[in-house]
C-alpha cells in the first residue's frame, strides 16, 4: 500500500492574465480551482498510473471540505484529519508571470492532530510506501519528518521524502528509499554552485552516503540523474516536448518512480517511468495521463538503448 502524507494541503487558484501590469486592475482570461500540495500531487498521479494509494495529512474549514471534495471527484482516496478551526490556504498561481505565486499559512496544528496522524501511520508494515513531501506549517514542529521515520524505524516501510534542506538533511540517517533534491536544492544543501553534471553527480552521491539509498537529482530541461541503491548511475535528458506547466513536475517523477519500482523492481525502469512521468506532467496542462506516460516511457527506453 501506499500512502501519502501533506501536511499543509491547499486549493490552488490557477489564472493567466494577459499584460499583466502591477498597480491596476488585472482580469483573468482563464482561472481553476484545484487541490494542491505535494503528497496530494503524488496521490493524483499515483491514481492516473493506476496505482490504488491513500492520501493522508490535514484540512480546515471549507477550503478543505473542497480540498477533499476536489480529489474524490479525481478517483484519489483520501483520510484527512479535519481540523475544527481556521481553513486550508489557497495559494494563488499566477501563469502569466512565470514562477510567480502567493502561498497561504495554513490553519495551526496542535500537538493532539499531529498525535492523531502519528497513530494512523501505525498500520504501515513491511513493504509499504510512505511519500513525506512540501513544507510545514509553522505551528508544527521542523522535526516532524524525522520524528516519522524515528517511530517507523525497523519496520520495512519505504519512505520516501521531497523536501527541502533541514528537513531533509535531517532524515538521512533512517535512510530513506528515495529523495528527489533538483539541482538548485542540492546547491542550496552544500553552499556550492554546480556548473556540471559531474559535480551534480558527487553532490549526489554525498547524500547518499549520509544516509539515502536512492537520490534522484531533477534538473528540469535538462533532464534527470538517478544514483540507485545498487550504485548505478543512470543519467538522461529529457525527451523532446513543449514545456506547458512545471507545476507539479516534481511530483509526477516521484509517483513515476514509484510505479515504475513496483513493476519490476528494478531502478533502470523507476527511472525511466520517473522521468516519462515528469515530463508528461511538464507537456501538459494538467498532471499527465497514464497512455502520456508510457508513450514517453518507451521513447526514453528506446533512446537509451
Not at 496530494?40 to 471534495?69: K, Q
Not at 512565470?98 to 496544528?109: A, F, M, V
Not at 531533509?168 to 552544500?190: A, H, M, R, S, T
Amino acid at each position: 500500500m501506499i500512502f501519502t502524507v501533506t501536511f499543509n494541503p491547499s486549493l490552488d487558484y490557477v489564472v493567466e492574465v494577459e499584460d499583466f501590469t502591477l498597480g491596476r486592475t488585472n482580469r483573468t482570461v482563464s482561472e481553476e480551482i484545484v487541490p494542491g500540495g505535494k503528497g496530494i500531487n503524488v496521490s493524483t498521479m499515483l491514481t492516473h498510473l493506476g496505482i490504488e494509494n491513500t492520501a493522508l495529512g490535514f484540512t480546515a474549514g471549507f477550503t478543505g471540505e473542497e480540498i477533499s471534495r476536489g480529489l474524490e471527484r479525481i478517483g484519489v482516496k483520501a483520510e484527512f484529519i479535519h481540523l475544527s478551526k481556521g481553513n486550508s490556504r489557497i495559494n494563488l498561481k499566477l501563469k502569466s508571470v512565470e514562477g510567480t505565486e502567493i502561498n497561504g499559512q495554513g490553519p495551526e496544528i496542535k500537538e493532539a492532530r499531529i498525535t492523531e496522524l502519528m497513530n494512523r501511520l501505525e498500520v504501515l508494515k513491511e513493504g509499504d510506501i510512505l511519500v513525506l513531501g512540501g513544507s510545514i506549517p509553522a505551528t508544527m514542529p521542523d522535526s516532524i519528518y524525522r520524528d516519522i521515520m524515528k517511530r517507523l524505524a525497523g519496520r520495512g516501510v519505504h519512505i520516501v521524502v521531497d523536501a527541502t534542506k533541514e528537513l531533509l538533511l535531517n532524515v538521512l540517517e533512517y535512510q530513506p528509499f528515495l529523495i528527489k533534491p533538483n539541482k538548485d536544492e542540492l546547491e542550496e544543501i552544500f553552499s556550492v554552485k554546480l556548473q556540471s553534471r559531474e559535480e551534480i553527480l558527487h553532490y549526489a552521491d554525498k547524500l547518499r552516503e549520509m544516509g539515502a539509498e536512492n537520490v534522484l537529482v531533477s534538473l528540469g530541461g535538462e533532464g534527470a540523474i538517478l544514483i540507485a541503491a545498487d550504485g548505478k548511475v543512470y543519467d538522461t535528458p529529457v525527451p523532446k516536448g513543449e514545456l506547458v506547466n512545471g507545476v507539479g513536475a516534481g511530483d509526477s517523477m516521484v509517483a513515476g518512480f514509484l510505479r515504475g519500482w513496483l513493476l519490476d523492481g528494478e531502478y533502470r525502469t523507476a527511472f525511466y517511468m520517473g522521468v516519462a512521468a515528469g515530463s508528461a506532467s511538464a507537456f501538459s496542462k494538467h498532471l499527465a495521463k497514464k497512455e502520456d506516460v508510457e508513450t514517453l516511457y518507451r521513447e526514453l527506453v528506446e533512446g537509451a538503448e
